[in-house]
């Protein structure tokens, strides 16, 4: 999960996975996979960053996860 901030600044929580494409216009919209679209004060660049640094910080826990799921 990513937190953006709306255009009225009001604090958004999107999760990274659902983010289909980002659209500098130039406003920057998060287009959702399930169609929506979000505006957001923050720049494109910004939220590749973020969504790059959620991910590092899964991928760094997923093998503890995965680890888990094997003891029987």
Same mark, same amino acid.
């Given at each position: 999960?990513? $937190?953006?901030?709306?255009?009225?600044?009001?604090?958004?929580?999107?999760?990274?996975?659902?983010?289909?494409?980002?659209?500098?216009?130039?406003?920057?919209?998060?287009?959702?996979?399930? #169609?929506?679209?979000?505006?957001? =004060?923050?720049?494109?660049?910004?939220?590749?960053?973020?969504?790059?640094?959620? $991910?590092? =910080?899964?991928?760094?826990?997923?093998?503890?996860? =995965?680890?888990? #799921?094997?003891? =029987?």
């Amino acid at each position: 999960m990513i $937190k953006l901030t709306r255009l009225n600044n009001s604090v958004l929580i999107v999760n990274a996975d659902m983010i289909e494409f980002l659209e500098a216009t130039p406003d920057t919209v998060v287009t959702l996979n399930t #169609g929506r679209k979000v505006v957001a =004060r923050e720049s494109v660049e910004d939220i590749v960053e973020k969504v790059v640094a959620y $991910k590092r =910080r899964w991928f760094q826990l997923a093998p503890d996860v =995965r680890s888990r #799921g094997n003891e =029987r």
